[in-house]
């Protein structure tokens, strides 16, 4: 795995927890917030931390932001210094900008000033929490980007015989790409392996044919 330098703004529960999940992970992580009680809590617990108010271009540039693989902008409710660390962050030539935005009208202004990804943790979560509860059988999602996901199914009565059969490229333009069973995986399943309850299928897709085949599993 290539380490990553990481340069976290805004050090309130999210920013916290995406600063030291990275820093955990092996990847250097510099993590900054206006305030000093928020730097002090995570000084151990990232590469380096320091107090820096990310609106101001001149100490970014100060921090060398253009020279971090990722730059993350986690300021949470101050919606005017969130905008304004995106844009010096853009602007100073950072490459990859993941910005938190509190609402729609956010994510818009965010995403129109050069932010590279935009999200919604709490909006995102929800939308998870949902999608797992209505459909228990949606093990794991993982997001690609592009609009492209996969996710860990596990078969019910709905998704049994077949690959062939089943179609599930024809009928839900998904691709399954990794049947578990028993804790044995087999990668890229050929067209004439049988599914049988409770196997995990690993399958790709957009979050529209992801959605069709949820709504089918849940019916």
């Known amino acids: 795995m290539k380490t990553k330098q990481c340069l976290v703004i805004g050090l309130g529960r999210f920013g916290t927890a995406v600063a030291t999940t990275l820093y955990e992970m092996g990847h ?61 962050a853009k602007s100073l030539g950072a490459p990859y900008v993941v910005t938190k935005a509190v609402d729609e009208m956010a994510r818009r202004v965010l995403e129109r000033i050069g932010a590279d990804l935009v999200i919604r943790p709490e909006h995102d979560m929800g939308v998870r929490l949902a999608r797992q509860i209505a459909t228990p059988n949606i093990v794991d999602t993982l997001d690609l980007g592009g609009d492209y996901a996969i996710v860990e199914i596990e078969a ?15 009928r839900f333009g998904v691709q399954v790409i990794a049947v578990s069973r028993s804790g044995k995986i087999e990668v890229t399943p050929r067209a004439e392996d049988e599914l049988r309850p409770h196997d995990k299928l690993v399958v790709i897709g957009t979050s529209h044919s992801l959605d069709e085949l949820r709504r089918y599993l849940g019916d």
């Open 156 to 170: 019910n009565e709905r998704l049994r015989g077949r690959l062939r059969d089943l179609n599930l490229t024809g």
């Open 28 to 88: 250097e992580v510099v993590a900054i917030d206006r305030g000093e009680d928020n730097v002090e809590r995570v000084m151990n617990l990232v590469t380096h931390a320091a107090v820096v108010d990310a609106s101001d271009e001149r100490a970014l540039r100060a921090i060398g932001v253009g020279d971090f693989d990722v730059v993350v902008v986690a300021i949470g409710t101050d919606v005017q210094a969130n905008i304004l660390a995106t844009m010096n």
